[in-house]
C-alpha cells in the first residue's frame, strides 16, 4: 500500500512539473508574440503628434474590428472548452485531475482576456477623432496605448492558443488508440 501511495504521488509531482511547463511555455509564446508585434512598431520610428493624430484616425477602424474579432473568438474558445469538458467527462478513460486544471487556467485566461477586449473595444468607441481639445501630446499617448494595448491582447490570445494545443495534445494520447498519458488515473488510484 505505501509503495501505491509513493507511485501516485510521484507521478503527481511529474505531472504538476509538466502543467507548471506547459503554462511557462504558453507564457513565454504569449509575451514574445507581445513583443514583437510591440517591435513592429517601434521600428517604425518615432511620430510626432500631428502624425500621431492622423495615424489614430487611420488605426482606429482596424484596432476596432481586431478587438471584435477576439471577442467572438475568445467566446467561441470558452463555449468550445465544454466540448472538450464534454469530451473528456464522457470517456471510458478515467482522467486525473490535473488534466481538469488545465481546463480552467485555460478558461480564466480566456475569460480575463475576453473581458478586456471588451472594455477595450468599448474604449474604441469613443470618438477621439471628434475632439478638438485633445493637445497632440494626447493624441500621440492615445496611439501608442492603442497599440500596446492590441499588442498584448494578441498575445494572450497566442497563449491561450498554446494551451489549447497542450490541453488536446494531452486529450489525444490519453483517448487515442496508443492510451500513453500522464493525465489517465491508474486503477489503484480510484
Do not use: C
Amino acid at each position: 500500500m505505501n509503495e501505491i501511495s509513493e507511485k501516485k504521488e510521484s507521478s503527481d509531482k511529474l505531472q504538476r512539473e509538466a502543467f507548471k511547463a506547459d503554462s511557462r511555455r504558453a507564457a513565454i509564446g504569449g509575451f514574445l508574440a507581445a513583443l514583437t508585434i510591440m517591435g513592429g512598431s517601434w521600428m517604425m520610428g518615432q511620430i510626432s503628434g500631428s502624425e500621431a493624430r492622423y495615424l489614430l484616425e487611420t488605426v482606429l477602424p482596424n484596432v476596432r474590428s481586431f478587438s471584435g474579432t477576439l471577442m467572438l473568438a475568445l467566446a467561441t474558445v470558452l463555449a468550445l472548452m465544454l466540448t472538450l469538458l464534454g469530451l473528456s467527462s464522457s470517456s471510458t478513460t478515467q482522467l486525473k485531475w490535473i488534466h481538469y486544471e488545465r481546463i480552467k487556467q485555460i478558461a480564466l485566461v480566456d475569460m480575463v482576456t475576453f473581458i478586456a477586449a471588451v472594455l477595450f473595444y468599448l474604449l474604441l468607441n469613443v470618438p477621439v477623432q471628434e475632439t478638438d481639445s485633445g493637445t497632440l501630446q494626447w493624441f500621440y499617448n492615445l496611439y501608442y496605448a492603442a497599440l500596446i494595448i492590441s499588442s498584448i491582447l494578441a498575445g494572450a490570445v497566442i497563449a491561450i492558443v498554446l494551451m489549447l494545443y497542450n490541453a488536446v495534445r494531452n486529450i489525444i494520447y490519453a483517448v487515442g488508440p496508443e492510451k500513453e498519458s500522464q493525465i489517465i488515473r491508474a486503477e489503484e488510484e480510484e
